[in-house]
């Protein structure tokens, strides 16, 4: 089984340009999430997707980052424009499907995206 | 507010030995816990599931319990080996309907040879 795939692996960027990041979730799997990880850091939360709605997206800095996943597959999250403290690696998981607290998922991540804004 | 504590330092231990790895939480109620690992350059890989009616769940080398009187979850992992070197990261779930998993900043493992 392919696991979650993510490109590019590395980016480098100015402050104040545009990024964005790709996933691939392992086939089937219905809940897509994208998470910041800061040095140091566990993984945040930035957005979760169950098909191809939003299920939450709270932690989310929506006045410059962005995510879409159209076709309930592939997704997509961009940054515009960036800040220093968006330096960051950026995971991408998914999972078969969440039932709530009853049937917990684990979850499947991709190897990460290492973002640096200089 | 809700928090997750692990261990701030690096654990040191010599291989063959007993790692123990602590997760402590405050202010939640959380109905399961999750541990991870993860290596460098790469993302967390789940370990082990613990539900709130579960004391302890064993996989291999790996054991896992979860008081929720102390609001604790200690992970062990019995005859180290260098390999188990990683970082591990405890993570518990939250929101209306538990869907967001909150991860601890985790914990540093070096095994020595």
């Known amino acids: 089984e392919a696991g979650v795939a993510q490109s590019p692996r590395y980016k480098i960027i100015e402050k104040r340009q545009s990024v964005a990041f790709w996933c691939n979730p392992i086939s089937g799997h219905a809940t897509l999430y994208w998470y910041q990880q800061i040095l140091g850091q566990g993984p945040k939360l930035l957005i979760q997707f169950q098909n191809n709605g939003v299920v939450d997206d709270s932690q989310l800095p929506k006045d410059r980052f962005s995510a879409e996943r159209l076709k309930g597959v592939d997704s997509t999250l961009k940054i515009q424009p960036a800040k220093l403290e968006d330096s960051a690696v950026y995971l991408c998981?998914?999972?078969?499907?969440?039932?709530?607290?009853?049937?917990?998922?684990?979850?499947?991540f991709g190897p990460g995206t290492r973002l640096t804004v200089t | 507010s809700q928090k997750i504590e692990q261990n701030s330092e690096a654990l040191n231990i010599q291989e063959g030995k007993t790692a123990t790895l602590t997760c402590n939480y405050t202010n939640y109620s959380p109905a399961y816990l999750q541990w991870y690992r993860q290596d460098p350059g790469r993302g967390p890989v789940f370990l082990l599931l613990?539900?709130?009616?579960?004391k302890e769940k064993r996989k291999e080398r790996l054991k896992v319990t979860f008081d929720t009187t102390l609001k604790q979850s200690l992970f062990h992992i019995t005859a180290s080996q260098p390999a188990d070197s990683a970082t591990y990261l405890c993570a518990l779930p939250l929101g209306v309907y538990g869907n967001k998993l909150v991860f601890g900043a985790g914990t540093i493992l070096r095994v020595k040879s």
């Open positions: 998981a998914s999972s078969p499907a969440w039932f709530g607290r009853v049937t917990p998922n684990e979850q499947y």
């Open positions: 613990i539900r709130e009616n579960e």
